[in-house]
Nanobody, 124 residues
């Protein structure tokens, strides 16, 4: 059974930093792209960032480039999302995602596995 478990969400102020973590089990992460999506109230789930495990190549949506960093976590089979200079518009539920193959191909409709999400709230 594949499990993706997110942690690290919370309430922060604009300009603060927060690090999300996703622990993956039940899959060979070396064969997957691992990523993060987010969904704000009333909006569709959107891609945020992804990493191809085998090459460590990373991809970001334009709105987070220079502020967010995705990386392999310190613990085995974990992926981290370091979020700096947070803005109120970053408020959303953040979902960990896994898709077989390269992370460059990661799209909402092609993700193989989803976590249950962790809420990030950024106050102004």
């Amino acid at each position: 059974q594949v499990l993706l478990v997110e942690s690290g969400g919370g309430l922060v102020q604009a300009g603060d930093s927060l690090t999300l973590s996703c622990a993956a089990s039940g899959l060979m992460v070396s064969r997957y792209g691992m990523g993060w999506f987010r969904q704000a109230p009333g909006k569709e789930r959107e891609f945020v960032a992804a990493i191809t495990w085998s090459t460590s190549s990373t991809y970001y949506t334009d709105s987070v480039k220079g502020r967010f960093t995705i990386s392999k976590g310190n613990a085995k089979n974990t992926v981290a999302l370091q979020m700096n200079s947070l803005k109120p518009e970053d408020t959303a539920v953040y979902y960990c995602a896994a898709q077989y193959g390269a992370a460059s191909a990661m799209r909402r409709r092609t993700v193989d596995y989803w976590g249950k999400g962790t809420l990030v709230t950024v106050s102004s």
